[in-house]
């Protein structure tokens, strides 16, 4: 018997000697004993899928603004226009959750482009969801407000 034995682990069986000679057939799939977990994004996590379907306007008298955004309170883009032409101006944009609402977005545009002697524009892909207002302003370089706010709700 040992020679047997000295055999087989010699030829290098004695790995499969060990398994058994049957097989059970295929593995049950696994059955998970807790619910089903559901997994909520982030606005930033949850871009929009932009379909430019709705859109608003506000203006003032040193301020427009356009927004656009999808059915379900998803801004996509928003351009402002500032009735002078400087470079040292900023935009600010702000979402709210509903007009007035909770804060849900905050970003500042820097990069004004001159259009004319007139007029500044600032345009800006906000690209969250959960937007129910979305406002501009601009303001200086010391954060004071130069124009608006002007508001859109989604």
């Known amino acids: 018997m040992k020679k047997v034995r000295y055999a087989i682990g010699a030829l290098g ?4 000697l060990a398994l058994p000679a049957t097989h059970g057939g ?3 799939p696994h059955q998970s004993a807790s619910p089903a977990k559901r997994v909520r994004l982030t606005a930033e ?3 929009c899928f932009h379909q430019a379907d709705h859109s608003g306007r506000a203006a003032g008298d040193l301020l ?5 955004w999808d059915g379900a309170k998803c801004v996509y883009k928003v351009k402002g226009t500032y009735f002078i032409g400087t470079a ?5 944009i702000r979402g709210r959750s509903k007009p007035n609402g909770k804060l849900v977005y905050s970003s500042f545009d820097i990069h004004g482009s001159i259009k004319s002697p007139d007029s500044t524009s600032f345009t800006w ?3 969250t969801s959960g937007i129910g207002q979305i406002c501009i302003a601009i303001l200086t370089s010391t954060s004071s407000t130069a124009a608006g706010p002007q508001c859109v709700t989604t």
């Open 45 to 47: 996590q949850n871009p």
């Open 88 to 92: 040292d101006r900023v935009m600010r």
């Open 64 to 68: 427009s603004l356009y927004a656009d």
């Open 26 to 28: 295929a593995p049950a």
């Open 13 to 16: 069986m004695a790995p499969a």
């Open 125 to 127: 892909s906000v690209d």
